[in-house]
T-cell receptor, first 112, second 118 residues
Framework: SQQGEEDPQALSIQEGENATMNCSYK?????LQWYRQNSGRGLVHLIL?????REKHSGRLRVTLDTSKKSSSLLITASRAADTASYFC????????????FGKGTHLIIQP | GAGVSQSPSNKVTEKGKDVELRCDPI?????LYWYRQSLGQGLEFLIY????????KSGLPSDRFSAERTGESVSTLTIQRTQQEDSAVYLC????????????????FGPGTRLTVL
């Protein structure tokens, strides 16, 4: 089964609204990362949160991590049409030795 | 600076042929990763290189898949006797491993190679 599983699978909101995506995982992790993918190609790294961190901000992005619940959330505030993409969480279990384990992603659509 | 590059960007081949996919990581990145993404799916980890060494090849889908890396730079992923189920986007990523005890592993991805096996 997937280590990282995002929900919802798809999300459609109006421009300007906030978008929240969740991720759950199963095993202990070194860190958790969120990536964005446009049009099924290039992934762009958004933010990395370490296992000893609880919250992290980067511009309009806010990521939380709850290791007791093995879950993370990604909040995009004041969404824009350009935020339309697929968002993946990825867990890093051994600091890179096994690669990252990705979920199937949340497809976010921002309606203008 | 230059990011991760991959070639070719698209490859169409006939079932049974061999293909070779190339990845040029970011200069100075010691870690290199290959992933596969099938239509509508997340990414499946294939193999990881630290320098020129791949400690664990168990993520490769079958013995038709092999990978190598030379000079701590370019890596090639070879698929022999391709099958239709090999059709996917193959993504390469590189990362800068930190000092002892600090593994950043923020991965920078290339644009991928879309492989279609007819």
């Amino acid at each position: 089964s997937q280590q990282g599983e995002e929900d919802p699978q798809a999300l459609s909101i109006q421009e300007g609204e906030n978008a929240t995506m969740n991720c759950s995982y199963k095993t202990s992790i070194n860190n958790l990362q969120w990536y964005r993918q446009n049009s099924g190609r290039g992934l762009v790294h958004l933010i990395l949160i370490r296992s000893n961190e609880r919250e992290k901000h980067s511009g309009r992005l806010r990521v939380t991590l709850d290791t007791s619940k093995k879950s993370s959330s990604l909040l995009i505030t004041a969404s824009r049409a350009a935020d339309t993409a697929s968002y993946f969480c990825a867990t890093d279990v051994r600091g890179g030795a096994d690669g990252l384990t990705f979920g199937k992603g949340t497809h976010l659509i921002i309606q203008p | 600076g230059a990011g991760v590059s991959q070639s070719p960007s698209n490859k169409v081949t006939e079932k049974g042929k061999d293909v070779e996919l190339r990845c040029d990581p970011i200069s100075g990145h010691t870690a290199l990763y290959w992933y596969r993404q099938s239509l509508g799916q997340g990414l499946e980890f294939l193999i990881y290189f630290q320098g020129n060494s791949a400690p664990d090849k168990s993520g490769l889908p079958s013995d038709r898949f092999s990978a190598e890396r030379t000079g701590e730079s370019v890596s090639t992923l070879t698929i022999q006797r391709t099958q239709q189920e090999d059709s996917a986007v193959y993504l390469c990523a590189s990362s800068l491993r930190g000092a002892l005890g600090e593994n950043y592993n923020e991965q920078f991805f290339g644009p991928g190679t879309r492989l279609t096996v007819l």
